[in-house]
């Protein structure tokens, strides 16, 4: 049975996020005859009460119902459709582990973060999912460090304010994470070979990560 959470409703429609096995997948329920949803016209739709997905809109659009940009709403379920994650606790390091739920086997080789609350830091070590190397699975890593940052966050109840920090190439900052939306990532030192430092400040959403489950840590 999936469990429904609703939010905001107005004479646009109304906004649904649907949490089941998989994790979490929002859609529109649409009104009679809405004419305009984010910035796009629609055709009469009939109020039928069935659950439309929402339409893939442009990634830099944001829903103000829930805060994410409509990219990462419109990939949340097709990630749960590839992957799963775990996640260990060795001391203040947490690592975390995507796999691949056809067979189970794990796919990233290495994720890990930690939590400085007394500088409110959240410190990325590393990030390498190994998602780019499946087949149809193109953004779906910029899904996972969106997943990953929240369910920490959540672990940690960490509220506005925190900043998020890591180092990594600048073509890398380039390609990848300058453009995730639902983050404000910028260069904060530029250093040798091609590395560079860069921060986001991070903002809560009231995103479902329930579905993360903590595994055994190995001796």
Not at 63 to 68: A, D, H, L, W
Not at 149 to 163: D, L
């Amino acid at each position: 049975m999936r469990k429904k959470s609703t939010h905001n409703k107005n004479k646009r429609g109304q906004i649904s996020l649907y949490i089941d096995r998989r994790g979490l997948c929002a859609m529109i329920l649409f009104e009679k005859k809405v004419k305009k949803i984010n910035g796009g016209t629609t055709k009469d739709i009939p109020s039928t009460g069935i659950a439309y997905p929402a339409r893939r809109p442009a990634m830099d659009t944001q829903q103000p119902t829930t805060g994410c940009s409509a990219f990462m709403i419109s990939h949340l379920s097709e990630f749960f459709d590839h992957f799963g994650i775990d996640y260990t606790i060795d001391g203040p390091q947490f690592e975390y582990f995507i796999y691949d739920i056809k067979n189970s086997q794990d796919i990233s080789c290495s994720i890990t973060l930690n939590y400085d609350e007394a500088a409110l830091q959240i410190n990325f070590m590393s990030f390498y999912p190994g998602i780019f190397q499946q087949k149809g699975c193109r953004y779906l890593s910029a899904v996972c460090f969106f997943l990953i940052i929240h369910h920490f966050a959540n672990f940690h109840h960490i509220g506005p304010g925190c900043r998020i920090l890591f180092n990594t190439r600048q073509g890398v900052f380039d390609n990848f994470y300058a453009l995730l939306k639902d983050f404000d990532f910028h260069v904060l030192v530029c250093g040798e070979e091609d590395r560079v430092d860069v921060e986001s400040l991070f903002i809560p959403m009231a995103i479902d990560t329930s579905m993360i489950r903590e595994r055994a840590l190995k001796v």
